[in-house]
């Protein structure tokens, strides 16, 4: 039934000067939500730059990789620096007259003289007349002859000429874990190599295996105007981390490791 004039209306709408106006505080709201919101994306854009800059190799200069560790003379972080490209005797050379230049030669020199190459008389001889100082070479030689010789050969099952026994692989392996300057000036540096090193005969009859050990090597370096030199070096032991709950390889698998996996270059 329609709905007569004296009937009770239904307002479904207010009029135009009754609408409720929206509350004062939701009006101030609106600008700080969107300010916020800009401040938050300019944030996250921020970060977003500087974590995609962080990994870029060159990303700073070099002071700033000075003053990541400047009472140390280094800094734990790599420097990004590529190892140099050219090697005499198969050992890495021409370094950069710098200081990181001193330490990326001192890395790479502690692998030769931790080599098992180091064991053979020819070989010894060519690594010496490659890394050492043209000035300090004879002593160096003498002094790594004697520490070489007939004794150490012979505690590790080697013959004279340092060749392992038929069926066994000798492996004398030295790792640079990391690097540091104690002294420098432009002829001369002084530089400490914390490695960890593989010794021993790998195989089934084998009474000397393979261990690992932890040792520092400083190395004192002369700038001979055309690269860095060595010109003597100390060794001492560690520092050494607790060994880890690791079962042992097989002879088998160790002397497959030391045959198919070949070394490094290093730079600091």
Not at 9 to 27: M, N
Not at 105 to 126: E, L, P
């Amino acid at each position: 039934m329609p709905l007569s004039d004296d009937q009770p209306h239904t307002r479904t709408r207010l009029p135009v000067d009754e609408q409720p106006s929206a509350p004062a505080s939701l009006r101030q709201s609106r600008p700080l939500r969107t300010l916020l919101t800009v401040l938050v994306v300019v944030t996250l854009l921020v970060v977003a730059v500087s974590i995609a800059n962080r990994g870029k190799p060159g990303g700073g200069s070099s002071s700033d990789h000075a003053a990541v560790g400047a009472g140390s003379g280094a800094g734990p972080a790599p420097s990004g620096d590529q190892p140099v490209g050219t090697t005499v005797n198969g050992i890495a050379s021409g370094f950069p007259h710098s200081d990181q230049g001193a330490q990326s030669a001192a890395a790479n020199y502690a692998v030769a003289i931790g080599s098992a190459d180091m064991f053979r008389t020819d070989s010894r001889h060519s690594i010496i007349a490659t890394i050492a100082d043209p000035g300090a070479a004879g002593a160096l030689q003498s002094r790594l002859d004697q520490g070489f010789g007939g004794d150490t050969v012979a505690r590790y099952g080697l013959d004279a000429q340092g060749r392992a026994p038929k069926g066994l692989t000798f492996v004398s392996r030295t790792v640079p874990v990391g690097t540091k300057s104690t002294n420098y000036n432009d002829g001369d540096a002084k530089v400490e190599v914390w490695c960890t090193g593989l010794t021993g005969l790998a195989g089934e009859r084998s009474v000397q295996p393979v261990t690992t050990n932890w040792f520092t090597l400083a190395l004192v370096l002369h700038w001979t105007g055309s690269d860095w030199k060595l010109t003597d070096f100390t060794s001492r032991q560690g520092p050494a981390p607790m060994p880890g709950d690791q079962q042992a390889a097989t002879a088998d698998e160790i002397t497959g490791a030391a045959q198919q996996f070949g070394g490094f270059r290093y730079a600091r």
